[in-house]
């Protein structure tokens, strides 16, 4: 609604995800618009953690898709949060080092 307010968009998947040749066409207009908008993009595998790491939804709730998710802040100062804040860096030097968009294992605890 407000891409203003986006500062990352995660796109999660794991390796049963990959063969999906339309989530694949699915991220590729996402990143367009993120690219268009400097929204820093990550990519992650391990579904099941990042499940865990945003907690269980709400019982009676949609089920969720954590395929794309947006991490918005609207705070006039995006990066304020420390965390974001590393997290820019980390896109940025990947960016610098001509890998556009990064990619995270989220690994089981």
Not at 79 to 104: F, H, M, T
Request: glycine share 4%.
């Amino acid at each position: 609604r407000d891409p203003d307010s986006v500062v990352l968009c995660l796109l999660a998947t794991d390796e049963e995800d990959e063969g999906d040749i339309a989530l694949q066409i699915h991220f590729t207009l996402i990143q367009a618009f993120c690219c268009d908008n400097d929204i820093h993009i990550l990519r992650v595998s391990g579904m099941q953690r990042l499940a865990t790491i945003l907690g269980e939804p709400e019982p009676g709730a949609e089920p969720r898709d954590l395929h794309c998710l947006l991490v918005t802040n609207p705070h006039t100062d995006a990066w304020k949060s420390q965390g974001l804040a590393e997290v820019a860096s980390y896109c940025a030097e990947s960016r610098d080092k001509n890998q556009w968009v990064p990619y995270v294992c989220l690994q089981e605890r």
